[in-house]
């Protein structure tokens, strides 16, 4: 029997890429209709308070669920969706939170008798505030589209260029996972019964998946190049927001501010 | 063109010495063999690789570095896989990134997006994601994606691969009813014989025969002697 072998992107060949975000970004709810600029200052506004938090403060990160919770649900996205994009977040957020356990060893508080560091609490801390940002950013890209989200950005000032590394590299990703796809399928049916890539092949699975989608990458550069692609991101005016967009901002705003200051 | 020639920076000479013309509305199919020079000679006259020798024009334009982008709002290119063609997200906003690029209004970018969709039959496919299309369906928005700018010149780089029979009677019927002049470089023969009433026979980036298409891809011992 075959040696398991090590875990790569598109692995499993049949996992959906990036564009089920753009799926859910063609529905027509009521949050999908609202104006992307207040999207976008909700999604801001959510993540500034988020991040104030105190390093241990767990407890107060509570009320912060509700955001995407109400959010996934009014725009009819799907709880795996978003389980998707957090899941691959937090091993990031597990290796930077980790040292906070080694490094804070002060006991804070007992619970059923088990003392609570707060290196602990700071460890927890984290990996909320992390999945709370994922979700809020999945959640912007699957009611608003990336097409939507870079015009919206950059008729808001954000640099062109930042946006266009925003959009490309969204793009660039997206085509990394369909060559590693492809790739994977081809590996899979030349070693029946193999887990993923085995460890001897990875150096050479990794090195042929850069240059393939760096070939690909340049194929589509020429692609944009030929309809008229000089380096700027062409954008087009929104209409202006109007009352309900007011409205979803202004309750958005509160929702997020309240709660820190009565923290 | 006159006389054009394109080098690699290896040193490979893939076009040489490539005379060609093509009138308003004509429809040309240039065959040859893998490695023949077709579609390093499509990529030359949208500016994608760099004339080494020789002159091209179109539209009376001098083809440079420096005119490459007007000569590129004339002349559409469609690749070979429509995978590299298609890059946003969903259908709507891959048709109209061209004419938003050409710094049209939203109504025009709007408009042309519904046009160059409905021409092609495809208007049921706006709201689809890019990557969920099927072969066939990724071809014709590929296609409307450059005939939303409306060029006068249709570059294809073997448009009929990748697609199944149906989809490729479909697509010849499709082309068979635009207006704007073709160049379409093919294997197949059929497709080439069918929608082309001139074709120009390439081998080692040399054009080895030209003339009306029934009569030259009729001729099995010539194409046989150059490879196809």
Known sequence: MDKPGFGFIGSRCAAPGLDSLEECAGRGTVIHRLHPSVKVAAAIVYAAAVISFGRRDVRGLMPYFFYPALLASLSETPLRLLLRRIIPALPFALFGGMANLFFDSEPVIRVWGIVITGGVLSFVSIMIKTALLVSAVSLLVSTTGMADL???????????????????????????????????????????????????????????????????????????????????????????????DIFFLTAVCAAAILPRCLN | MKDVSVTYPDGNRAVNGVSLALGNGERKALVGANGAGKSTLLRAIVGLLSISGGEARVDGIALSARTAPDVRARVGMVFQNPDDQLFMAKVADDVAFGPRNMGLSEDEVNRRVGSALDRLGAAHLKDRVSDRLSGGEKRLVGLASVLSMEPCILLMDEPSSFLDPRSRRNLIKVLSSLPQAILLATHDLDMARRLCSRAVVLRDGRVCAEGSADELLSDKQMLEAHGL
């Not at chain 1, 925003?166 to 369909?178: F, G, P």
């Not at chain 1, 796809?181 to 070693?191: D, K």
């Open chain 1, 150 to 244: 870079s015009r919206q950005l950059v008729s808001m000032r954000v640099p062109e260029m930042f946006v266009l590394q925003l959009v490309l590299t969204y793009r660039y990703l997206a085509v990394l996972a369909e060559e590693s796809r492809s790739m994977c399928a081809a590996y899979v049916l030349r070693r029946p019964g193999a887990r993923g890539t085995h460890i001897k092949d990875m150096g050479t699975f990794v090195g042929v998946l850069l240059l393939r989608s760096i070939a690909r990458a340049e194929r589509v550069y020429d692609a944009m190049k030929c309809r008229g692609f000089s380096g700027t991101w062409p954008v087009s005016p929104h209409k202006r927001p109007g009352a309900r």
